[in-house]
């Protein structure tokens, strides 16, 4: 478990990360987002205690990054956007000397077997790192962040240089550790955070913008909830079915489309989801449903409307959650004291 209480991060007059608080808890995978210069890379440092904090906390499992970092440490699995490797060793060798450099107590051998089944690079275990491709070397730098079982693992762009087989392996991987593991992951794939990720926290400026679902966030900053069905059928008689479905609020045809279908603009009553209800209507009438589409934001769409605003007031300001004026005020007189 992850816990991160008013983190805040000082370059000498520059305050890069304000006030982060934020709980991740033990089988969580996270996905952790923002643009280039945001504070994400000195926050992801802060947690492995590659970097010191102005102020604020951070605990791992219960133990504080400033004040017992070797226990802290001990339970983080930390696999940066550039593997440390050492390129004159061979694979087994490496993790080997890993292993050592960590203190492991679990069997050498049996561990690191299974690290390298894991993913799957035991195949490669004995020739030399700088021979391999760099999706291998990638799954090394995955392996060496595996070794010692740790609670927490941190990836920074974990599937850099791996090709699309690849990817969909590694994503499966973080799927299954996320099972027993937290989970950090960190990429500017977006479609790889939506594959695997249940919550996305959104960094800019240095804050917070957003912390919640993928899904929750595109309800958030989707004006128009209308989904519209292509639907092989007659007219006037899908719409009389469809406006006696439960949540819809109305329907409107969109006139004819290929080969005698029909599409029709739903649109849903508020906080209604409508679709499986259309699907299991139009199956009713035996007609068939070609295709459902919702006009709602996809995560990329809501990345680029939360860190392309003028200031991070009014990117929580489109989510709902500004903080009140006085709040406000006071933690900005904490930050200049500090």
Known sequence: MIEVTGLSKRYGTTLAVKDVTFRIEK??????????GAGKSTIMNILTGY????RGS??????DIAEYPEDAKRRIGYLPEI?????DMKVREYLNFIYDLKKVKFPKKPHIDEILKLVKIDNVQNRLIKNLSKGYRQRVGFA????????????????????????????????????????????HILSEIQAVCKRVIIINRGEIVADDTPERLSEKLSGDRTVVARIMCSEQEMLDALRTVKGVKAVTSLGRME???????????????????????VAARGKTLLSLTGNQ????????????????????????????????????????KA
């Open 83 to 87: 593997p440390p490797l050492y390129m």
């Open 259 to 281: 080969d005698g279908s029909f599409d029709f603009l739903i649109d849903p009553e508020e906080g209604a989801d409508v679709r499986g209800a259309v699907f299991e209507r």
């Open 27 to 36: 089988g969580e995978v996270v996905g952790f987002l923002g643009p280039n």
């Open 144 to 187: 060496q962040a595996l070794i010692g079982n740790p609670d927490v693992l941190i990836l920074d762009e974990p599937t850099v240089g791996l090709d699309p087989k690849q990817i969909i392996e590694i994503r499966n991987l973080i799927s299954r550790l996320g099972k027993n593991h937290t989970i950090i992951l960190s990429s």
């Open 51 to 54: 970097l010191s904090l102005t």
């Open 58 to 63: 951070v605990t791992i499992d219960g133990f």
């Open 297 to 336: 934001a996809s995560l990329e769409q809501v990345f680029l409307r939360l860190t392309e605003v003028s200031d991070n007031s009014e990117a929580r300001r489109l989510l709902g959650t500004e903080k009140p004026q006085e709040e406000a005020a006071q933690e900005e007189k904490e930050d200049e």
